[in-house]
């Protein structure tokens, strides 16, 4: 039965670093060349047609037939020259990939010859029959037509032999399907929220956009190891294995020398993802044992996310080159650290400001005052929101499990912000201020230096941290989309924009003077917001304590958690906004609940089939040996081995016990499971699955892993810890 497990470890042995052929050109001679990117646009479009396309760009306007068909000419065109057969829209469903469908260009010509075909309506449009992306009941499956439309904001690009187009997906009644739908509206509500607000300080100020720079974290484990572990193949994650003697207690693996196997798959993923067009700069080894991040510089939110959807599609493919599986869930390995994707998140306008960097002068440093505090105010009222959008099965086992960051959502500043806000707490007032104080307020926010060192390293533990010219939301998921996340975080603060413009503007209308009015409603705002403010360890006992006194939530069930989608909160920011509809809300409520009930239900099926069929077989087997030891004593050595074998008897108990255990507790899960699939209702089912089946996969991996302990190494039929996390 440990066939593969030996098998895969003896192949380890053997395996070297690929003979792989890195371009012999510099990156810039070889970055973006298979993205229709703008070198390539006016290379071969036409010059009407390039000023178009870019003018959409620019200001999102729509793209029409004629303008379509000059664009498909010019992009077949490249994509042939690039090697492309086929086209398909590239996708974002409600799962936790992308999707796509391939066209060939190929069709008939007229005179009955194949020819290569590629028009403006392929480009602007395709209808793949998707009936089975979970839509959470918007489409009926009478109706199940999906329409896909390209996103200009987005630019084209060629995996092997496909020419990508990224794109919405929506339904045949204009209901979103997709993240990518409402990520787009949110960038949309930010600019435009953001863009009023700034015209109190600066009229050119004419559009805001929102940025991503994402940190992707992932494991990497050998391939055979893995295929040995139908577990991690399943579900992504290890439902069982003891812990190794040895794992992050060192700390010898964070920022370590990159292992040589491992940094030829890096080099390989980068010079993939820099042909594509995608910035990656940073690389390292991370906390635990075979855990490893990726991060690019920062690009608009949008981008941003369709390259990170594309980087964690390319990582997986180029790992099997190398005889790796990437594990992009949140927590494969129980007992040490999992991974995350924190979002380095800012907006900046089209004057070159930085809307989150204090320091440059005082008309710059009243919008850093002004966009801070309302991201504060944003973050402390969507705290529930923010999380509904993050926390699903995979995420709960990071968030809230004792490991950063916690289920509690919180701002660290540092201390210099902080001294600055209660700075403005102190000084400003109701009554009128005198010119003296106002100055003396602005030089008091111009004496911030430029970068904000904190020199402590608490902000690592903090769910939302202000970093010098950023916030990192640090609470997203590995595996994530992270357009739920962006589009809750932009959506949030333009909602609170909106809300902090229209009391400014009321000020003003009382004859209250603009600056006072915006330092009026600032103080307020600080003093509001003032429980989101957390600088401290936000992993002590002691946080959640003074969390709970301070009145922030602290949700851990992912069903409870879902169900703030439905908030009064959540519509105001979604639907007031015009990001989601209510139907659409609800949609994504249903979908959500229903993808944690598959994933649980997945992971349930895969404990009982591998204890049931491979842990106890194998536990029985070496307690007969065992037992045939004990007999044999007592055969030669009569009453003397009464007292020899007292051991063996006691480890045969054990394993007696462990195996009843296990049994038991797996026919309790699959009762448990039962009667939760009979429930009709998802949002129930999802429920009972949290409280009546999850649970129980612990406690069936507690006795799995005292096993594990017990059982001949021989014959343990997984690979253990320490070989999926130390070989490589
Ligand atoms: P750390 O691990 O110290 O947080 P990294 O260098 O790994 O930092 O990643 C930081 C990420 O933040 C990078 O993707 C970087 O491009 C991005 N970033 C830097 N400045 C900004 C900004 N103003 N807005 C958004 N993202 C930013
Ligand atoms: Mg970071």
């Given at each position: 039965?440990?066939?593969?497990r ?9 395996k070297?670093v690929p ?9 810039p ?31 999102g ?45 190929i ?39 999906g ?6 904001s ?26 990518k ?17 700034c015209?109190?300080f ?7 956009y ?13 391939d ?8 991690l ?18 700390d010898d693996?964070?920022?370590g020398s990159?292992?040589?196997r491992?940094a030829?798959?890096?080099?390989d ?30 690009e608009?939110?949008n ?54 960097a ?61 001294a ?33 060192i ?16 950023r916030f ?24 609170q ?9 009321a ?9 006072e ?8 705002l ?5 429980p ?33 989608m ?12 015009g ?49 045939k ?11 003397e ?8 008897k006691?480890l ?12 038991e ?20 089912k ?37 070989e ?5």
């Amino acid at each position: 039965m440990a066939q593969l497990r030996f098998n895969a470890l003896t192949n380890l042995l053997n395996k070297k670093v690929p003979d792989i052929k890195f371009p012999e050109k510099r990156v810039p001679e070889f970055y973006g060349e298979l993205v229709f990117n703008d070198e390539a646009m006016k290379k071969y479009l036409q010059t009407s047609v390039y000023k178009k396309v870019k003018e959409a760009i620019t200001n999102g306007a729509l793209i029409d037939r004629n303008l379509a068909d000059g664009v498909a000419a010019g992009m077949k065109a490249w994509a042939l020259d690039h090697g492309a057969v086929h086209f398909t829209h590239w996708f974002q469903p409600l799962t936790d990939g992308t999707a796509e469908k391939h066209d060939g260009f190929i069709n008939y010509g007229p005179d009955g010859k194949v020819i290569e075909e590629f028009a403006g309506k392929h480009l602007a449009q395709q209808e793949p029959d998707a009936s089975s992306f979970p839509n959470g009941g918007i489409r009926q499956t009478f109706e199940a037509r999906g329409y896909t439309a390209w996103d200009v904001s987005s630019p084209a690009f060629i995996v092997g032999s496909t020419l990508c187009i990224p794109t919405i997906f929506i339904s045949y009644t204009g209901d979103a399907l997709d993240y990518k739908t409402p990520l787009l509206k949110a960038l949309h509500a930010v600019d435009k929220a953001a863009v009023d607000v700034c015209q109190y300080f600066d009229k050119n100020i004419t559009k805001v956009y929102s940025y991503l720079g994402w940190e992707q974290e992932y494991f990497l484990v050998d391939d055979g190891l893995y295929m040995a572990r139908p577990d991690l193949m399943l579900t992504g994650r290890t439902l069982m294995g003891h812990a190794a003697a040895k794992d992050q207690q060192l700390d010898d693996h964070y920022f370590g020398s990159i292992p040589e196997r491992v940094a030829y798959f890096m080099r390989d993923l980068e010079v993939e993802c820099q042909r594509l067009g995608i910035p990656v700069k940073t690389r390292h080894n991370e906390v635990a044992p075979n855990q490893f991040e990726l991060a690019p510089i920062y690009e608009e939110a949008n981008l941003a996310n369709d390259h990170n959807l594309l980087v964690m599609d390319v990582m997986k493919r180029i790992a099997k080159h190398h005889g790796f599986e990437v594990l992009l869930h949140e927590k494969p390995f129980a007992g040490i650290n999992g991974s995350g994707k924190h979002n380095n998140w800012s907006l900046g306008t089209n004057t070159g400001i930085d809307l989150f960097a204090p320091g440059k002068n005082p008309k710059g440093n009243i919008l850093f005052l002004t966009f801070l505090v309302n991201t504060m105010a944003a973050v402390y009222h969507g705290q529930d929101l923010l999380r509904s959008m993050i926390l699903n099965a995979s995420n709960s086992h990071r968030l809230g499990a004792n490991e950063a960051p916690p289920a509690i959502m919180s701002i660290f500043l540092g201390t210099q912000v902080s001294a600055m806000l209660d700075n403005i707490v102190e000084k400003v007032s109701d009554s009128k201020m005198s010119p003296e104080e106002k100055t003396a307020l602005k030089l008091g926010i111009g004496r911030l230096p430029e970068i904000l060192i904190d020199n402590t390293d608490r902000n690592r533990t903090s769910p939302f941290a202000f970093t010098g010219d950023r916030f990192e939301f640090r609470a997203v998921g590995s595996s994530a989309n992270c357009a739920g996340a962006m589009t809750a975080v932009n959506a949030a603060v333009a909602d609170q924009l909106v809300r902090f413009k229209k009391d400014v503007d009321a000020l003003i209308d009382k004859g209250v003077k603009k600056d006072e009015a915006i330092f009026q409603e600032l103080r307020k705002l600080i003093i509001e917001c003032a429980p989101i403010h957390f600088d401290g360890n936000g992993y002590s006992d002691e946080w959640k304590a003074e969390a709970a006194r301070r009145g922030l939530t602290n949700i851990t069930s992912v069903p409870e958690s879902i169900d703030k989608m439905l908030s009064d909160h959540a519509k105001e920011v979604f639907v007031k906004q015009g990001i989601l509809t209510e139907r659409e809300l609800e949609a994504r409520h249903e979908v959500e609940m229903e993808k944690f009930v598959k994933k649980v239900q997945i992971e349930s099926r895969t404990m009982g089939d591998l204890v049931i069929n491979n842990i106890v077989p194998v536990a029985m087997e070496y307690q007969n040996i065992l037992i045939k030891n004990v007999k044999g004593m007592k055969e030669i050595m009569g009453d003397e081995a009464e007292a020899l074998t007292a051991n063996e008897k006691e480890l045969i108990r054990k394993i007696s016990n462990h195996v009843k255990e296990i049994r038991e507790k797996t026919q309790t899960m699959i009762n448990a499971r039962k009667a939760a699939n009979a429930i009709e209702d998802v949002r129930e089912k999802a429920y009972a699955y949290n409280n009546n089946v999850r649970p129980l996969l612990d406690d069936i991996r507690y006795h799995v892993d005292k096993l594990e302990l017990i059982v001949d190494n021989e014959m343990w039929p997984l690979p253990k810890y320490r070989e999926l996390l130390f070989t490589r």
